[in-house]
């Protein structure tokens, strides 16, 4: 049941929380990144105008089904990682835990930490049944994380246009 209210969520160490209008440039340049993209199908980074429609996609994703994407933010110091959430597949009527960090992030379980409270918020708040997660073969990392957040190896499955391995939580 979609929501009216956008829900943020406090992890030991990071807020998850909405998308603002203070985001777009922070965010700019996390997806300027070199190999920000390399496991993800378009693998450019993203001019200003697509993370303009992303942030205002991800608002309206959370109006229609009352969860999306949250902007992640380090507790103490307020500080733009990237995003993290749950996005609904049309393609294939599931609903995917996603998310990228910037590359100064990577390696210290923000990944984890953020994933793992999208899924619980999922599976609780959301009622969701099943929750998938999808990784490039070669994304090795990524697959932990998923791993450490309740999911497990389903097979492997094209999507958005490339192989990737699914993984999936059940309720």
Known sequence: MPSTEFSSLK???LVLRPFTVEDPPVLFNIVQEPD???YFPTRTAWPLEKVERYIHHQLG?????GYGHWAVTLSESSQLMG??????????N?????????GEYWGKGYATEAASASVKFGMNESGLKEIIGLTDPLNIA???VL???????TRRQVYFGMEMFRFAIQA
């Open 147 to 153: 791993e450490k957040s309740g999911l497990t190896f």
């Open 94 to 102: 599931e609903t995917e835990v996603g998310y990228l960090l910037s």
């Open 61 to 65: 994703h959370w109006e229609k089904f």
């Open 11 to 13: 992890t030991d160490r």
């Open 142 to 144: 990524s697959q932990r």
């Open 36 to 38: 920000i993209f390399q």
């Open 83 to 92: 995003w993290c959430g749950l996005e609904f597949l049309p393609d294939t």
